[in-house]
């Protein structure tokens, strides 16, 4: 009979240390979950907006043009494809005056920083810029870039 409570109590000791991890696990949110927002892009008064829906990632570029047919323009590039996983993403816009954008990176908070704080979150990563010359010939730019998202106004 004491071998009996002991097992049983080993495998309640189990159970509840178990039930205690899967509970913090799902309290810890994943880095993704609050990456909806505005990030800086590559000039001032330019952005990436960010949304994640059920762990969908979707979005757009707003630049300004640069080409003579589109100087100084507001051009929405929109997410042609997008994707992410744990801290790490990837999006390709759609094609718009010859020009279309690849990013690779991750998503870091910044420590020191508050939820809703500027630049709370990074972007860090590989941004690579296509243009299509006259013919079609694919003509690929990259650097490495680091946007910061901008405030959330509605704390203020």
Do not use: C
């Not at 927002?37 to 994640?52: H, I, N, P, Y």
């Not at 003509?139 to 946007?147: D, G, I, K, L, M």
């Amino acid at each position: 009979m004491t071998r009996n409570l002991v097992v049983a109590a080993v495998l309640t000791a189990v159970l509840l240390s178990s039930s205690a991890l899967v509970f913090a696990q799902a309290s810890t949110p994943p880095v993704s979950s609050d990456l909806s927002g505005m990030f800086t892009f590559l000039r001032e008064g330019e952005f990436v907006q960010l949304t994640v829906e059920d762990g969908q990632l979707s979005g757009f570029v707003s630049r300004f043009g640069d080409s003579e047919s589109d100087k100084g323009e507001f051009i929405d590039q929109f997410f042609d494809k997008a994707a992410i996983q744990g801290d790490h993403l990837t999006f390709k816009t759609k094609t718009v005056h010859a020009v279309w954008y690849e990013f690779d990176g991750t998503l870091a908070t910044v420590a020191g920083k508050q939820k809703g704080d500027e630049g709370y979150r990074i972007l860090k990563g590989k941004l690579t810029m296509h243009t299509a010359d006259a013919k079609g010939a694919d003509h690929a730019s990259e650097r490495a870039v680091e946007f910061k998202s901008f405030p959330d106004l509605r704390r203020q």
